[in-house]
């Protein structure tokens, strides 16, 4: 299992420029998310999905969209690069979500993203 | 909304031993996660606390009171690799599906 994927692993965008950040995940899990960390910084979450066809927003989803077509993939579009994105961007996904149960999240290696 | 509190920073020898804690405030609790992260790297879980008492997984242990909204990380005979981030991270009923994220701890170990 290669566990939770994601490309590239580095990009530099000028404002004002789209890309899309890719995460798949062969763990078959239904739960997947996106989080940013910006230097010494937590975790924010962006947006969440709980099933294929099924997403939401997080804390901090402004300027980001989601799409879950299938279980595996998650990808993250960026519309309008602004600098205040530049960050180090997460995948992750888990599979169970009671509450007795751990709810452990693979990660995936992030990438980081550099908005001049 | 939930808010969580830990050190920014923790130095110690080798060989020392390490206690993070973690206050943290929900609406709702369902359990504290820890999740320890390399310079550079992803964060990895470490353990997950969802009823009162301390839980042991090597020389890592978690320990949590729900009455006093408060958890704390063990780390002992600290060896150089144990030099990261340790991030503890709540479950809330608000937000089931999803972890809130403290600020995180960086430990650094000296030789």
């Known amino acids: 299992n290669a566990g939770v994927t994601q490309t590239p692993k580095f990009r530099i965008l000028k404002i004002g420029q789209s890309m899309t950040l890719q995460c798949t995940q062969d763990?078959?899990?239904?739960?997947m998310y996106w989080y940013r960390q910006d230097p010494g910084m937590g975790l924010k979450l962006i947006y969440y999905?709980?099933?294929?066809?099924?997403?939401d927003k997080g804390e901090v989803p402004n300027g980001y969209n989601v799409s879950r077509s299938t279980t595996e993939d998650f990808p993250l579009r960026l519309e309008l690069a602004a600098p205040s994105q530049t960050s180090v961007y997460f995948c992750?996904?888990?599979?169970?979500?009671?509450?007795?149960?751990?709810?452990?999240?693979?990660f995936g290696p992030g990438t980081r993203l550099t908005v001049l | 909304g939930q808010s969580l509190e830990q050190p920014s920073e923790v130095t110690a020898v080798e060989g020392a031993i390490v206690q993070i804690n973690c206050t943290y405030q929900?609406?709702?609790?369902?359990?504290l996660s820890w999740y320890q992260q390399h310079d550079g790297g992803a964060p990895t879980f470490l353990s997950y606390?969802?009823?009162?008492g301390l839980e042991e997984t090597g020389r890592f242990s978690s320990f949590l009171s729900r009455s006093d909204s408060y958890g704390y990380l063990l780390l002992q005979e600290l060896q150089m690799k144990d030099s990261a981030s340790y991030f503890c991270?709540?479950?809330?009923?608000?937000?089931?599906?999803?972890?809130?994220f403290g600020a995180g701890t960086t430990v650094t170990v000296r030789a």
């Open positions: 992750a996904s888990s599979y169970s979500t009671s509450s007795r149960l751990n709810n452990e999240q693979f």
């Open positions: 763990m078959n899990h239904n739960y």
């Open positions: 999905s709980v099933g294929a066809g099924i997403t």
């Open positions: 929900t609406s709702g609790f369902y359990g």
């Open positions: 606390n969802a009823l009162d």
């Open positions: 991270a709540v479950r809330d009923r608000s937000n089931d599906y999803k972890l809130s």
